[in-house]
């Protein structure tokens, strides 16, 4: 087993510490504050090769390996959970340059890649959440179009994307076999969205409904065959986890970073707090679970890029990498006690933003009846 990054990795992880500390950390809480897309902030992000890690070379995409993927998130995350949305556009850009058609692939591909151009994925309605089979927005063929009738709910980045892959039934009767994706551009009539929701956190990160009223949605935009749209959609979930499972451990790593120094820097009773064994134990857990977590997500990314079976892996690094961060940030909290509660302090913040980590790509509870499913087979 070799655990030595690459040199490119080293680098990768030099380049995003200092993107972060120079263009997000500083700005974050006015972000928060007004509740403000960083359009400018990723658009940076772009001119630096990162909207095109999902699409070939030939469509302007950087792709990259899972590993320093992994590597990205982690650092993004390490500054703002709501940097996520890189990851939702490029699985936009992935269904697209997967499945995709080349007159569709020449038509979005190359500007989602460039950053001219932003994706989002619309699968979670009202009824349909960790069972995505369920969903009941619809799309009717009529013609060269179809009709799509219905809503998406908690959609990232709704309302500020431009191009939409949206989950819909196109054969009600088939459940999840009659499922096709459309992608749906922003201003085709009878598309809007709701108002921006109010969030635990990620609040410069829009969250809102996607409705269809009989939106006009033209056959060509259809991503692949009608009524195996589920497939699509479920093919980049693996690598979706251990992203997730990234950012976790970037999430609880930035946690750390304050609690340790002001257990250091804080006195009571006379000495630091860090000279006593209850605060000791607590940053040695913390610092252990921390590391168990980058490996087990390091190795999920290892055994993706090497083509061996790796869902039983990403189920696994996400379950556990988002239940750390949930642990560590708030242990994070504790250490800082009062101040810990601050927004000065950061790590409140953080403690937020762990608790998304435990319900996207997959809540750690359907996390675990994929584990028990795989260890069962």
């Known amino acids: ?19 972060v500390e120079k263009e997000v950390v500083p700005h974050v809480e006015e972000w928060e504050e007004r509740e403000e897309f960083p359009r400018a902030t990723f658009q940076k992000l772009a001119g630096l090769g990162l909207f095109g890690m999902a699409a070939p070379e030939e469509f302007g995409g950087n792709p990259v390996d ?5 590597i990205i998130y982690e650092e993004l995350m390490r500054g703002y959970r709501g940097l996520s949305y890189l990851a939702v556009h490029n699985l936009c850009l992935s269904i697209i340059s997967r ?18 151009l932003f994706g989002a994925f619309a699968i979670t309605e009202p009824n349909a959440g960790s069972d995505a089979a369920a969903i009941r927005t619809s799309a009717r063929r009529e013609g060269d179009d179809y009709i799509l009738n219905g809503s998406k709910i908690f959609i990232s980045c709704g309302g500020e994307a431009d191009v939409y892959t949206v989950s819909t039934k196109t054969d009600k009767e088939k459940g999840a076999k009659g499922i096709s994706v459309l992608a749906v551009e922003k ?31 033209p056959a ?7 009524n195996e749209g589920f497939r699509i959609l479920m093919s980049g979930l693996d690598g979706g986890r251990i992203n997730v499972g990234a950012g976790a451990v970037g999430n609880a790593q930035a946690a750390f970073d ?5 257990a250091k820097e804080r006195s009571q009773f006379g000495q630091p707090i860090a000279g006593f064994q209850a605060i000791q134990f607590l940053l040695a857990d913390m610092a252990t679970e921390i590391q168990a977590a980058r490996l087990l997500v390091y190795h999920a990314a290892w055994l993706k890029d ?28 504790q250490i ?42």
């Open 336 to 377: 800082l006690g009062g101040y810990g509660v601050m927004q000065d302090y950061k790590v409140e913040r953080y403690m937020r933003e762990a608790k998304i980590g435990q319900i996207v790509e997959g809540t750690n509870q359907i996390q675990r009846i994929i584990i028990a499913r795989e260890l069962l087979k």
């Open 1 to 19: 087993m070799d655990f030595e990054l690459r040199e490119e990795q080293k680098a990768m992880r030099k380049m995003m510490r200092d993107f």
């Open 99 to 116: 499945f995709g058609n080349p007159e569709q692939k020449e038509r979005w591909a190359a500007k989602l890649a460039r950053g001219d």
């Open 220 to 226: 060509r935009n259809r991503i692949g065959e009608e």
């Open 187 to 217: 201003g085709t009539p009878g598309f809007s969205v709701g108002r921006t929701e109010k969030k635990l956190a990620m609040r410069a990160y829009p969250t809102r409904e996607l409705i269809f009223d009989h939106c006009r949605v």
């Open 258 to 262: 304050i609690a340790l120094p002001y």
């Open 306 to 333: 090497h083509g061996l079976p790796v869902t039983l892996a990403a189920s696994m690094a996400k379950r556990y990498a988002t239940d750390m961060a949930m642990k560590v940030t708030v242990d994070a909290v």
């Open 66 to 70: 899972a590993l320093t993927s992994a």
